[in-house]
């Protein structure tokens, strides 16, 4: 193993981890703040994809609300908010055939989408990253956090970035660039759902300490470019039920958006809280596609892009504590999502935007050259507490567990019953504190779904789908999916589960290979598309994801 080169470091007041929407929010929102307050401070934000919005994925409907509030005059800025929602519709598919259409008075008002917008959220960060630039924001794309920097009292004081040029073996290559510290007064974690920073920060501080169990889903989704015909720009379809099931434990939700340029997203979340281990996610969305709700969209279109993400989705009670010494968690990173509204892009630029306001006002304190700046920035929980962000999560904080926990048929009249009727004001909180990677049944006790083979028109497979994700990684690399014991995946979890991850991966990254010592576990770590699922399925918690080397993975088009 090759020693480390001494790394060069660089000072900022802020530093901030991840390039999504809740990130260049925050950025933007300082240093909005520092030019009407007249001060100098300096920003870095490091994103780990080739390009802001390269791993950025998404339905999306968004709601502009936060983004309103950051950009007043974003129509005159030119906000790609262009293909307003026309049509709302959702449905309960009962079976392969079957479906029912669910009449908008009854449900919960959240769950409409009057003033929304369906547009693609990869292109909304490209233009907020503009923005940020044009602030004087220092943007680092290509560059993936690798460490947290702490200093002898523990408090945060930056990242590092990841060395690039080594081996598989751990050897440098003759291309070896060590990374580089960037250090700041707060940092700002903001990677997205399971970010492995964040995931080690919690764990660190404790922050979890008062919160409920965590839970996650997984979300597929593509790019379809339809004919004319089959095309209604704004229109919006959300469906729950088949293909997954209807009791606990067998959540899915399914959505179809009409795009601008005759293109629609379609996509299935699965909960990750399933106990069969032969599901795959994967399979299960490509026969989704065949329903009648759906084909008719997609006949005679063409795939133009495949991608999948874990999804936070535990709610306002397994929210963390937000602030540490030196830092905070941002997005999805902490959770700020509205399951309800089945939407996380104006919750996770508001938390950016109340994490920048209390920083400024921390960095401006009379105290903070004692200080430094790196002590623990409470107003960032006080300003959540007091901001629409909390009454919101507040009201929608049932709406994630009582799916995981009751499935659709008992959670419909639960929430009919709390959201509709009691506006999200029920004096109870729903709790499930078994984790998603627990719930898995022994193989033998299940039945294996009979999924169809691919028919290369509306249904494919897992390698020519990556394929289509521009999922790129240097191969001569340490691999990023690190294992804990390497012997559990064929000893324990082969025998016990048949080993999920060949199924619950969406990119086909681990296989078990048959061979004539025995079966072999497999790590295909460059189809990687960065989910983070395998941190959170395997039934061992045998799998930590890390980033590999910067401007790896994905590289999303429009999505």
Same mark, same amino acid.
């Given at each position: 193993?090759?020693?480390?080169?001494?790394?060069?470091?660089?000072?900022?007041?802020?530093?901030?981890?991840?390039?999504?929407?809740?990130?260049?929010?925050?950025?933007?929102?300082?240093?909005?703040?520092?030019?009407?307050?007249?001060?100098?401070?300096?920003?870095?934000?490091?994103?780990?994809?080739?390009?802001?919005?390269?791993? $950025?994925?998404?339905?999306?409907?968004?709601?502009?609300?936060?983004?309103?509030?950051?950009?007043?005059?974003?129509?005159?800025?030119?906000?790609?908010?262009?293909?307003?929602?026309?049509?709302?519709?959702?449905?309960?598919?009962?079976?392969?055939?079957?479906? $029912?259409?669910?009449?908008?008075?009854? !449900?919960?008002?959240?769950?409409? &989408?009057?003033?929304?917008?369906?547009?693609?959220?990869?292109?909304?960060?490209?233009?907020?990253?503009?923005?940020?630039?044009?602030?004087?924001?220092?943007?680092?794309?290509?560059?993936?956090? =690798?460490?947290?920097?702490?200093?002898?009292?523990?408090?945060?004081?930056?990242?590092?970035?990841?060395?690039?040029?080594?081996?598989?073996?751990?050897?440098?290559?003759?291309?070896?660039?060590?990374?580089?510290?960037?250090?700041?007064?707060?940092? $700002?974690?903001?990677?997205?759902?399971?970010?492995?920073?964040?995931?080690?920060?919690?764990?660190?501080?404790? !922050?979890?300490?008062?919160?409920?169990?965590?839970?996650?889903?997984?979300? !597929?989704?593509?790019?379809?470019?339809?004919?004319?015909?089959?095309?209604?720009?704004?229109?919006?379809?959300?469906?729950?039920?088949?293909?997954?099931?209807?009791?606990?434990?067998?959540?899915?939700?399914?959505?179809? +958006?009409?795009?601008?340029?005759?293109?629609?997203?379609?996509?299935?979340?699965?909960?990750?809280?399933?106990?069969?281990?032969?599901?795959?996610?994967?399979?299960?969305?490509?026969?989704?596609?065949?329903?009648?709700?759906?084909?008719?969209?997609?006949?005679?279109?063409?795939?133009?892009?495949?991608?999948?993400?874990?999804?936070?989705?535990?709610? !306002?009670?397994?929210?963390?504590?937000?602030?540490?010494?030196?830092?905070?968690?941002?997005?999805?990173?902490?959770?700020?999502?509205?399951?309800?509204?089945?939407?996380?892009?104006?919750?996770?630029?508001?938390?950016?935007?109340?994490?920048?306001?209390?920083?400024?006002?921390?960095?401006?304190?009379?105290?903070?050259?004692?200080?430094?700046?790196?002590?623990?920035?409470?107003?960032?929980? =006080?300003?959540?507490?007091?901001?629409?962000?909390?009454?919101?999560?507040?009201?929608?904080? &049932?709406?994630?567990?009582?799916?995981?926990?009751?499935?659709?048929?008992?959670?419909?009249?639960?929430?009919?019953?709390?959201?509709?009727?009691?506006?999200?004001?029920?004096?109870?909180?729903?709790?499930?504190?078994?984790?998603? +990677?627990?719930?898995?049944?022994?193989?033998?006790?299940?039945?294996?779904?009979?999924?169809?083979?691919?028919?290369?028109?509306?249904?494919?497979?897992?390698?020519?789908?990556?394929?289509?994700?521009?999922?790129?990684?240097?191969?001569?690399?340490?691999?990023?999916?690190?294992?804990?014991?390497?012997?559990?995946?064929?000893?324990?979890?082969?025998?016990?589960?048949?080993?999920?991850?060949?199924?619950?991966?969406?990119?086909?990254?681990?296989? $078990?290979?048959?061979?004539?010592?025995?079966?072999?576990?497999?790590? &295909?770590?460059?189809?990687?598309?960065?989910?983070?699922?395998?941190?959170?399925?395997?039934?061992?918690?045998?799998?930590?994801?890390?980033?590999?080397?910067?401007?790896?993975?994905?590289?999303?088009?429009?999505?």
């Amino acid at each position: 193993m090759a020693e480390a080169s001494a790394r060069e470091a660089m000072e900022f007041d802020v530093v901030i981890v991840g390039g999504g929407p809740s990130g260049l929010a925050a950025a933007c929102r300082i240093m909005q703040l520092a030019q009407a307050k007249g001060t100098e401070t300096s920003v870095c934000l490091v994103e780990k994809g080739s390009e802001i919005g390269a791993h $950025i994925l998404s339905g999306a409907v968004v709601e502009p609300r936060a983004l309103f509030e950051l950009f007043p005059n974003w129509e005159e800025l030119g906000a790609p908010l262009t293909n307003p929602v026309i049509h709302d519709e959702m449905y309960f598919l009962v079976n392969d055939t079957n479906r $029912i259409k669910i009449p908008p008075w009854v !449900l919960p008002k959240d769950t409409h &989408n009057d003033g929304n917008y369906a547009l693609s959220l990869g292109n909304l960060c490209r233009w907020m990253g503009e923005q940020a630039e044009a602030l004087g924001v220092n943007i680092f794309p290509g560059f993936a956090a =690798t460490e947290v920097l702490y200093d002898d009292a523990g408090n945060v004081v930056g990242i590092a970035t990841g060395d690039m040029g080594v081996g598989l073996d751990g050897e440098h290559k003759g291309t070896y660039t060590p990374g580089y510290e960037l250090r700041a007064k707060q940092t $700002i974690f903001a990677e997205g759902c399971r970010g492995h920073l964040g995931k080690e920060l919690i764990a660190k501080f404790e !922050l979890d300490k008062d919160s409920t169990t965590q839970h996650y889903g997984i979300g !597929l989704k593509e790019l379809w470019d339809v004919p004319p015909e089959n095309h209604t720009p704004g229109k919006v379809v959300h469906a729950m039920g088949w293909p997954l099931g209807f009791g606990p434990g067998s959540f899915s939700g399914s959505f179809l +958006y009409h795009l601008e340029n005759n293109q629609v997203a379609v996509g299935l979340i699965v909960d990750l809280g399933y106990k069969n281990p032969h599901i795959s996610p994967f399979d299960e969305f490509q026969r989704f596609k065949h329903h009648p709700l759906v084909a008719p969209t997609l006949t005679g279109g063409k795939r133009v892009s495949y991608g999948a993400r874990a999804i936070i989705k535990g709610g !306002l009670p397994a929210l963390p504590e937000l602030a540490f010494p030196g830092g905070m968690l941002v997005g999805d990173d902490a959770g700020f999502l509205n399951m309800l509204k089945i939407k996380g892009t104006h919750t996770g630029m508001k938390s950016g935007m109340l994490a920048a306001e209390a920083v400024m006002d921390h960095l401006l304190a009379d105290d903070v050259a004692e200080t430094e700046g790196r002590g623990v920035v409470t107003t960032y929980q =006080t300003r959540f507490e007091n901001s629409w962000l909390h009454d919101e999560l507040h009201r929608a904080r &049932n709406a994630g567990p009582a799916f995981h926990k009751f499935g659709i048929l008992g959670a419909s009249p639960f929430l009919f019953v709390d959201q509709t009727i009691a506006g999200g004001d029920l004096p109870v909180t729903l709790k499930d504190p078994t984790p998603d +990677y627990a719930t898995l049944k022994p193989a033998s006790a299940c039945k294996k779904p009979d999924y169809p083979k691919p028919d290369g028109v509306l249904s494919f497979d897992k390698l020519s789908s990556v394929f289509l994700s521009n999922t790129n990684h240097e191969e001569d690399q340490p691999c990023h999916l690190q294992l804990l014991d390497p012997s559990i995946p064929v000893s324990k979890n082969l025998p016990e589960f048949d080993e999920p991850a060949q199924r619950y991966c969406p990119a086909g990254v681990y296989e $078990i290979v048959q061979e004539d010592s025995g079966p072999r576990f497999q790590i &295909n770590a460059q189809n990687c598309v960065h989910c983070k699922t395998c941190d959170i399925k395997d039934p061992a918690q045998n799998i930590t994801w890390v980033v590999p080397e910067g401007a790896g993975g994905p590289n999303y088009p429009n999505m």
